[in-house]
């Protein structure tokens, strides 16, 4: 079982920087591939970045490549989503998400998610 609780959301001006954090319990953390996911309303959950086990693989939406980096740690069971250059459309709940083994790029492969945090970003 892991639980992971996501935090850094907030309000932020078009071109702005936000950073999120994904803090994960457990000892094997590790063993987990990580996933951030985005929710706008009325909209479908979408893949934001993904990272492999050990941080060697990282993997990004067309949408955000270029503006976001995602990174972990895995000696404090962190993983970041650095955002910068934002837009109106990354308005959305971020969710982090992990899942034992290799990491993938849709959504209903992740077993564990945190429980949102709101990123609204104003023009």
């Known amino acids: 079982q892991v639980q992971l609780v996501e935090s850094g959301g907030g309000l932020v001006q078009t071109g702005g920087s936000l950073r999120l954090s994904c803090a994960a319990s457990?000892?094997?953390?590790?063993?987990?591939?990580v996933g951030w996911f985005r929710q706008a309303p009325g909209k479908e959950r979408e893949l934001v970045a993904t990272?492999?086990?050990?941080?060697?693989?990282?993997n990004y939406a067309d949408s955000v490549k270029g503006r976001f980096t995602i990174s972990r740690d895995n000696a404090k069971n962190t993983v970041s989503l650095q955002m910068n250059s934002r837009k109106t459309k990354d308005t959305a709940v971020y969710y982090c998400?992990?899942?034992?083994?290799?990491?993938?790029?849709?959504?209903?492969?992740?077993?564990?998610w945190g429980q949102g945090t709101q990123v609204t970003v104003s023009s």
């Open positions: 998400a992990t899942r034992a083994g290799l990491v993938v790029q849709t959504a209903g492969e992740y077993d564990y």
């Open positions: 457990g000892r094997t953390f590790s063993t987990y591939a």
């Open positions: 990272i492999s086990r050990r941080g060697g693989t990282t």
